[in-house]
């Protein structure tokens, strides 16, 4: 309504402006509302829906991406900021469906999800570790990824996904060998 | 490479199909949901004025059109405390919904909340159960009730005045269990497209069952259940019972879409889910237990205060009715009383939760158990071991009604001691303890219920009452197959997992009974109303799967291959009893070239019906309801076998507390189950590890929790703390399998097992840590400030 949108603020926050980003390798141009979360942009604009939410305040860390290469939540990020930046999410994980990375099939072997929500969270968190750091131990696993939360596995099957993973070839996962 | 889990590869690759991925229908708008700032307080009026004028909005539902548009919710009060989707007179809880904005996206609509201006007129509130009861100057919730107690039961087994006439040793406890809820990562979802050219409403949601909820929400509406229609997508982000209790919106987005003109949707956010979603109870209790020296029970009397906030939501009472079977947990006592008020307070309102009534059950009992043992000098293993129900007396009849199928409990402690070598823990705590060390060690054991049966609910009612009503039984849950000219298999499931790997098992199992490779079968999960198979009790809650669900699909499958080896046998030209079958072929008897192929068999039936035997329908589309004969309503003594099968746990911790922080370390948690035969042991390790942390989230982080004026203090996940991978302790589980003989394949439910015993066994061992110093833990969670406050009042009085 009128009255909302007189100010400078409220301009600002309603315009929506163009952007450009790259997620899984492919090249996005799309408009979006200053306002708009990334978390939304991802799910909704780009339909992109790999990428869950749990909480929208930052503590759950379902929405996890690699924005840049590091692990982001993108439903503390608005859209805007992604102008240019270079995005993988769950989706951008393996080659297709049928060619899972080591990190991916350790997580089914070890039985590390259940419903499956806040899966795609702890893969980027996961693969962003591994790629880090190869061969973490398992107070490293828990520490690296205290800031993601699961309500069915109860953890455990988790660390020992990323170990297996981790240990497979001795040297570290290829978790984060995507596009 | 082959994936654990049919599921896995959706769900690793971002594929999976939640509710807010679903494309639904065209031109869908979004809800967002005014809610209460306020405990209790009068809706004078509300002015949504402003927020209508605003661009994109469509519509703001309030009380006053619900109540026009609706009916208040069935339940066990039928005439009094009308619950309805939205607050009509009065808000009586923080975070009650006041008003629904309707508008074109969901910003629009949560921008649009702050216009609408209401007028409240603050009313006092009240959150602790018994006093809502006792206190003569506690505010009323619901004018036409008169009192805060929503039912009053009374309860008696056996002969309990009798039994603490002749008891060498009673002792009481008051004890007080916490307000908690699993808060599965996923929130509730809802869809809902109203089609007035019909006169239909489908309705997509997360919502995992019972479907007894179908007919609820469709009485609510006033609209015919064949005219509503659920749709649950075959992905849930978890459930664990709280999306039972997303019922109430499923009405409330419907009223939203009628009223407005055009599909709505909402997805619950985070501080919604915490405020407002569901929980289990609190529960004040007194708890108070009769013994003979030698440390067996002859009875217990409970007095329960079960608090369900603002208003009584179906299925409760089943906090406190559901596990009425199973009251008396593992032991052979028979003389039981039990008093229960079921109370409204000025919180949020509850449901099931993983465990149901147990985790505030075994807290109860487990807690006198120790206390009687330590009162009488004994060990509380060896208490236990007295009163265990011994392995020959299976099947047995509690006093309550409850019918134990199978277990060796004997076993599971036998177990349990020799894994964690209980003796020397205790030589290492005698150790630990000379150094000043507070070091405990604690027991709880439980019967884990699964499969409830739903005439349990009426045990709500008194007997006369019951008398006036139909009565309802049964625990049935269907199966449909398909298997189609090429003899591929299609495999409808209705029980709405959230994650207990339903497709996996269920395609196994199948595969086995058919004789056919796994991969030519397809599981379909979720629910669809209006073209599947469903019945009342269908979808998961209750443990239902390993039991029930299981033996639906193993008797759907066996009904298959039975109609195919009619149609084999036909066209062999032999008697049906003649013809075996052998590695995905039919064939005679001695005579093995006459044969025929699975495929060819169903080829028939769809290609050639004219080939068929004489009174056999073309096609193969079977399916089949499986109930339990056991599921019977409740008898005039108010017994009632609330559950169909009945799983055992043994569990033992160690922990050890920081005198100077107050904080809790579990060192290394141990649990023992009989859950009859275990179907694969990854899935069931999985699920007990995954109820073991949601125990130990209500035993030492998790709470709803209030100020004594009902304003309401962790809505956010920085607040209500969920343990993360740094809180939890290793968990060892050992197996006792006694196969259970009332499911097809001697399994039982085994995914709430840990939660209910979980909270128990932490109060008790750091009770016996604490006991160098006089305390004992009877309320939790036990958080470090708690303890802390309990160590300094301790020194403080030595
Ligand atoms: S949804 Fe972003 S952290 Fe929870
Ligand atoms: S697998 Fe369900 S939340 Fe982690």
Known sequence: MAEMRTGHLEDALFEAREIACTVNGKLYRAMAEPRRLLSDFIREDLDLKGTHVGCEHGVCGACTILFNGQPARSCLMFAVQADGAEIVTVEGLARSPQQLTRLQESFSQEHALQCGYCTPGMLISATALLSENPSPTDSEVRHAMAGQLCRCTGYEQIVRAVLAAADSDGKGGEGGNHA | MDLYRVEDRRLLT????????????????????????????????????????MEGVDAVLTGRDVAKMSRPFASALPRQAAYYSLAVDKARFVGEPIAVVVAKDRYLAEDALALIDVDYEQLPAVVDPEQAVIDPDAPILHEDVGTNVALHRTLRYGDPEEAFRQADVVVKRRLRFPKYGSTPLETFGVVAAWNAAEDTLTIWSNFHGPFSMHPVVAQALGIPSNKLRFIVPGDIGGGFGIKTSIYPYLALIGLASRFSGVPVKWIEDRQENLMASSSGTDRVSEVELAAANDGTILGVRMKIYDNVGGYFRPPEPGCTFRPLGNYVGGYSFRNLDVDAYIVFTNKSLTGPNRGYGCPHLYFGLERVVDEMAHKLGLDPAE??????????????????GGLYDAGDYEACLDTLLETADYEGLRRMQADARQHGRLVGIGFAFGVDPSVSNMGYVDIAATPEERKRRRPKSGATQGTTIQVDDLGKVTVEISTTPQGQSHETMVRRHIAQELGIPEVDITVISGMDTATRSWTIPSGSYSSRFASIGISSAVVTARKVLEKLGRIAAHQLEADPSDVEYVDGNFR???????????????GIAHWDPASLPPGTDPGIYVTHFHTMPTALPPDDEDRVNSSNTYGFMADLCLVEVDRETGEVEVKKYWGVHDSGVILDHKIAEGQIQGSFVHGLGGAMYEEMAYDEDGAFLTGTFMDYLCPTFLEVPPLETRYVETPSPFTVLGSK????????TVPACIANAVTDALRPLGIEVNELPVTPTKVWNWLQQAQSEA
């Open chain 2, 14 to 53: 971002g594929h999976g199909t939640f509710l807010d991925d679903l494309s639904t229908v065209p031109n869908v708008h979004h809800a967002a949901i005014l809610r209460s700032p306020y405990p209790h307080a009068r809706i004078r009026n509300i002015d949504a004025s402003k927020a209508l004028a």
């Open chain 2, 383 to 400: 208490v236990r071991r007295r009163n265990l129900i011994p392995k020959a007396a299976f099947p047995y009849r509690t006093p309550t």
């Open chain 2, 588 to 602: 005679v008897k001695g005579a093995p070239e006459r044969s025929l192929a699975f495929r060819h068999a169903a």
């Open chain 2, 749 to 756: 439910g085994i995914g709430e097992s840990a939660t209910e």
